[in-house]
C-alpha cells in the first residue's frame, strides 16, 4: 500500500521561512512526479508546485521567487521550501504524487499539513 506522509508545516510570522518534506513509501515502482497543493477554507485545492522525475519544476505565480520544490536523493522525497511568506499563504498543505505501484497506479495524496501565517 502506497502511503505519503508530509511534515514541517506550523505557524510562522510573515516574511519567515518553513520547509516542507514528503516521503513516498510502499511498493513502488516507479514515481512520475511529486508535487505540493494548498487547500484554504473556503477553497478550492489548488497547484503550488511540481517536480518532475526528470527534474523539471512548474510553479503558480502567487510562489514564483518565493518557493523552491526539489526531490530528495532518493526520489521519493519531495521538498517545499517557502521563503518570504504571506498571511494569504496560510492553508494546508497536500503532497501529491503521480506514480506506479505494485497494486495500484495514479494518482496519491497526503494527509496534509498545516501553515499558518500571521502577519
Known amino acids: 500500500q502506497v502511503r505519503l506522509v508530509e511534515s514541517g508545516g506550523g505557524l510562522v510570522q510573515a516574511g519567515e521561512s518553513l520547509r516542507l518534506s514528503c516521503t513516498a513509501s510502499g511498493s513502488i515502482f516507479s514515481i512520475n512526479a511529486m508535487g505540493w497543493y494548498s487547500q484554504a477554507p473556503g477553497k478550492r485545492r489548488e497547484l503550488v508546485a511540481t517536480?518532475?522525475?526528470?527534474?523539471?519544476?512548474n510553479y503558480a505565480d502567487s510562489v514564483k521567487g518565493r518557493f523552491t520544490i526539489s526531490r530528495g536523493n532518493a526520489k521519493n522525497t519531495v521538498y517545499l521550501q517557502m521563503n518570504s511568506l504571506k498571511p494569504e499563504d496560510t492553508a494546508v498543505y497536500y503532497c501529491?504524487?503521480?506514480?506506479?505501484?505494485?497494486?495500484?497506479?495514479?494518482?496519491?495524496w497526503g494527509q496534509g499539513t498545516q501553515v499558518t501565517v500571521s502577519s
Open positions: 501529491n504524487a503521480r506514480l506506479i505501484g505494485a497494486q495500484a497506479v495514479g494518482a496519491f
Open positions: 517536480i518532475t522525475s526528470d527534474g523539471s519544476t
